[in-house]
C-alpha cells in the first residue's frame, strides 16, 4: 500500500509516518519501479503499536526501547515489565507534578474573585509576582521540567 493508504489505514497522518520513518521507529518500506513507497500490513502493526503507546504517553525513546525488546524474540518478557515499571514511575511523578499545578492555578483564581478591571486583577498580579520569582526556581518545583524533557 501507498503511504496515504497508510495514513488513511491507521488515521496518521503522512508527516507522522515520515517522521516515525527518520526516527528508526518504522522501518523504511521498499519501494515501486516509479520511485513509491509500498507499505506492507506489518507497517500497519508497527504502526498502530506505535501510535497506541504514543497514546499512553511513552516517550519516543521509550516506544523505540519496546520496539527494540519487540524484535527480538528471545528477550525475556522481564524487559518489557522493567520498561512498563519505569514508564508507571514517570506517569506517577508527573500526576504529581500536575496536582502541584493544579494547586498553583486554583491558588491564583482565588486572587480574583470579583470584577474588577484589568490593572486590579489580583490573577495578573500574581503572574507578574511569580513570574519575577521565578528565576529563583528550582527546576524541580516547575511543571515544565518533566513535561518537557520527555
Do not use: W
Given at each position: 500500500?501507498?503511504?496515504?493508504?497508510?495514513?488513511?489505514?491507521?488515521?496518521?497522518?503522512?508527516?507522522?509516518?515520515?517522521?516515525?520513518?527518520?526516527?528508526?521507529?518504522?522501518?523504511?518500506?521498499?519501494?515501486?519501479?516509479?520511485?513509491?513507497?509500498?507499505?506492507?500490513?506489518?507497517?500497519?502493526?508497527?504502526?498502530?503499536?506505535?501510535?497506541?503507546?504514543?497514546?499512553?504517553?511513552?516517550?519516543?525513546?521509550?516506544?523505540?526501547?519496546?520496539?527494540?525488546?519487540?524484535?527480538?524474540?528471545?528477550?525475556?518478557?522481564?524487559?518489557?515489565?522493567?520498561?512498563?515499571?519505569?514508564?508507571?514511575?514517570?506517569?506517577?511523578?508527573?500526576?504529581?507534578e500536575l496536582r502541584q499545578l493544579?494547586?498553583?492555578?486554583?491558588?491564583?483564581?482565588?486572587?480574583?474573585?470579583?470584577?474588577?478591571?484589568?490593572?486590579?486583577?489580583g490573577i495578573l498580579a500574581g503572574?507578574?509576582?511569580?513570574?519575577?520569582?521565578?528565576?529563583?526556581?528550582?527546576?524541580?518545583?516547575?511543571?515544565?521540567?518533566?513535561?518537557?524533557?520527555?
Amino acid at each position: 500500500m501507498k503511504i496515504g493508504e497508510l495514513a488513511a489505514s491507521s488515521s496518521t497522518a503522512v508527516e507522522t509516518i515520515r517522521f516515525y520513518e527518520r526516527e528508526g521507529l518504522l522501518p523504511a518500506p521498499p519501494r515501486s519501479q516509479g520511485n513509491f513507497r509500498q507499505y506492507e500490513h506489518e507497517h500497519l502493526e508497527r504502526l498502530q503499536l506505535i501510535r497506541y503507546c504514543r497514546g499512553l504517553d511513552m516517550s519516543l525513546n521509550e516506544v523505540r526501547a519496546l520496539l527494540l525488546v519487540k524484535d527480538t524474540p528471545s528477550a525475556a518478557c522481564s524487559d518489557v515489565n522493567a520498561l512498563l515499571d519505569q514508564h508507571i514511575q514517570h506517569v506517577s511523578t508527573r500526576i504529581s507534578e500536575l496536582r502541584q499545578l493544579e494547586s498553583q492555578l486554583i491558588e491564583l483564581r482565588q486572587r480574583c474573585g470579583t470584577e474588577r478591571t484589568v490593572d486590579q486583577c489580583g490573577i495578573l498580579a500574581g503572574i507578574s509576582e511569580a513570574s519575577r520569582d521565578l528565576c529563583g526556581m528550582s527546576r524541580e518545583r516547575s511543571h515544565l521540567r518533566s513535561v518537557h524533557e520527555h
